[in-house]
């Protein structure tokens, strides 16, 4: 059996928001239809899996699951932006406590499975371990293959140089640094 009531299946439904979310660094932009948060969730999950692999020392599951959760905040909160470029602005500290309130909220009906979600959500925030230091490079990288998509697309739009910025300061001398300097490669040669 399941185990399920009314309020999971609430959850199930408020889950579907994230696709409605747009990402506000490509609004604050001018992008007339940014992706959504659920967009950027999708390939940031799918590049952890397919690079994830080739990492021994990495749970491929907890890494999965911290990518699925890590971006659950934004449900209520929206999609706060804490950097422009490689400058932060906002209260990241602040922003992260409103978050975790607001993920322990939204996953309670879980009952005690909500703890490990939470666990994990704390866990990528606090980038300890490598499994939450990847994924940040991951969703790093996903955002500069969004920055050159839009780049690369027909739309007139502003310059997007601050996302490769931050992306770079990111990835320098990590282990997707490589990729990174392909992507770059790619937009110097349009």
Not at 42 to 64: F, P, Q, S, V, W
Not at 69 to 93: A, C, F, M, P, Y
């Amino acid at each position: 059996e399941l185990g399920f009531n009314e309020n999971m299946v609430n959850l199930f439904i408020q889950l579907g928001i994230l696709k409605e979310i747009e990402r506000t660094g490509w609004v604050l932009k001018g992008i007339r239809t940014p992706e959504s948060v659920a967009d950027h969730n999708l390939r940031t999950t799918l590049i952890a899996m397919i690079l994830g692999n080739k990492y021994k020392e990495i749970d491929k599951k907890k890494l999965l699951e911290m990518s699925l959760v890590h971006d659950l905040g934004t449900i209520k909160l929206g999609d706060v932006v804490t950097e422009h470029g490689i400058e932060v602005v906002g209260n990241q500290k602040s922003q992260r406590d409103e978050e975790k309130k607001v993920i322990q909220d939204l996953l309670k009906p879980l009952g005690k499975d909500a703890n490990r979600y939470i666990k994990l959500w704390e866990e990528y925030t606090e980038q300890k371990t490598i499994e939450a230091r990847f994924l940040k490079q991951v969703e790093k990288l996903e955002m500069a293959i969004q920055a050159l998509e839009y780049e690369n697309s027909e739309r007139n739009i502003e310059n997007l140089q601050e996302f490769w910025e931050n992306t770079e300061q990111y990835l320098e001398g990590k282990e997707l640094e490589p990729i990174f300097r392909e992507l770059q490669r790619i937009r110097k040669s349009r």
